[in-house]
């Protein structure tokens, strides 16, 4: 079966990378003739550019930014890629068995737009929505009038969040599926050695977020706990002198998981840095973002983890710590059933 994968999979986001690698080699393993299509529009073109005016005015931000850029060409090269796709029409000439659209914030339409293409808008005989999200929209929001039409011409849906969930019923009333985000269904032992990783004694961050309070509780959790602080994936702040012990700009998607697998504990705003945090069985603190913290909290629910992150300010932080024996079981549990799903609804 020929089945193309619709999802953000080759920006400088070790998450994206890393579900959209899972989603393509779950599918190849169990037989079929998938492959990654490479379409990305233009206003999302935009957003990701390496070299951004903002940059180029300070040149220790270019080089960081050239640095991230250059990690990522060396695993997205393993998608082997065809041409970039920019233009609806462009994948209208390419027929498939299956498209499978998500999983990430695919149908967050206020980062690029409302994009028909991954709302379904595609020439294949069955569509698919795999742990699609919504990310920050919610069911409170004005949807663009064409989402209701788009949803219901899909053959099977499922979502990452709660919230997603609330809004394909609201919107379309259909009853989707929660699924897991792909990272969590797929063993990366396959593609990368994590056996002989040693703990060692870091505070891993992986934050967009990083105030000076955010900062200064950083400090102060490595002081208490003799930690060195590591910053991988976003730059710290170039105020914050003397923050991060170690800034490694250079950290590639499969390195990334070797990072969570060796860290004492992690600091993240982000969903996939939780989503890592949990499959690594490592304690972390979530620093709390309009952005992520529905997806966070719906993701913590699945596993039995308690939280008030709906009560939540910008910034607030918590520290997480749960019981790991019965998380990672629960991750096998409901990964297979994820996987299960996806395989089941080609």
């Known amino acids: 079966m020929t089945i193309g994968i619709l ?20 599918l190849r393993s169990a037989g079929h003739d998938a ?14 550019r390496p070299f951004k005016a903002k940059s180029l005015r300070n040149p220790i931000n270019m080089f960081r930014s050239w640095q991230k850029t250059m990690a990522f060409a060396r695993d997205q090269r393993r998608f082997n890629l065809g041409p970039q796709i920019c233009s609806p029409s462009q994948i209208d ?19 690029f737009g409302y994009d028909p293409v991954f709302f379904g808008r595609v020439n294949a005989k069955r ?25 219901t011409q899909f053959d099977a849906i499922s979502v990452r969040d709660q919230n997603t969930l609330q809004i ?7 009853d989707a599926t929660v699924t897991l985000d792909p990272a969590l269904m797929y063993d990366f032992t396959i593609d990368c050695d994590v056996s002989n990783a040693r703990t060692e004694n870091t505070l891993l961050v992986y934050s967009f977020l990083q105030s000076h309070e955010t900062n200064q509780l950083a400090k102060d959790y490595a002081s208490a706990h003799q930690l060195q602080i590591k910053c991988i994936g976003y730059p710290p702040p170039l105020r914050a002198k003397k923050y991060c012990d170690i800034v490694d700009m250079t950290c590639g ?19 996939h840095g939780v989503v890592f945090s949990l499959k690594s069985g490592r304690p972390f603190l979530f620093v709390s973002s309009n952005k992520t913290h529905n997806r966070v909290a719906s993701l913590l629910d699945t596993f039995g ?17 749960p019981n790991y024996s019965s998380v990672t079981q629960r991750i096998r549990q409901v990964g297979k059933e994820t996987r299960e799903w996806l395989l089941s609804n080609l």
Request: no cysteine; glycine share 4%; net charge negative.
């Open 253 to 271: 998607p499969f390195e990334f998981i070797q990072e969570f697998s060796k860290a004492h504990t992690v600091l993240t705003s982000t969903f």
């Open 35 to 48: 492959h990654i299509i490479n379409y990305k529009n233009p206003e999302h073109q935009q957003m990701e």
């Open 93 to 111: 000439e390419i027929h498939y068995n299956t498209v499978v659209i998500g999983s990430d914030v695919v149908w967050n339409y206020q980062l």
């Open 305 to 321: 983890i308690a939280h008030e992150l709906e009560l939540d300010k910008e910034g607030a932080v918590h520290l997480f710590s």
């Open 127 to 151: 569509r698919i929505a795999f742990s699609a999200s919504a990310g920050s929209v919610t069911p409170r929001d004005q949807h663009p009038p064409e989402m209701q039409k788009d949803l």
């Open 168 to 174: 394909v019923k609201e919107v379309a009333s259909i």
């Open 7 to 26: 999802t953000f999979h080759d920006g400088p986001n070790h998450g994206a990378f890393l579900q959209a690698w899972s989603t393509l080699q779950t």
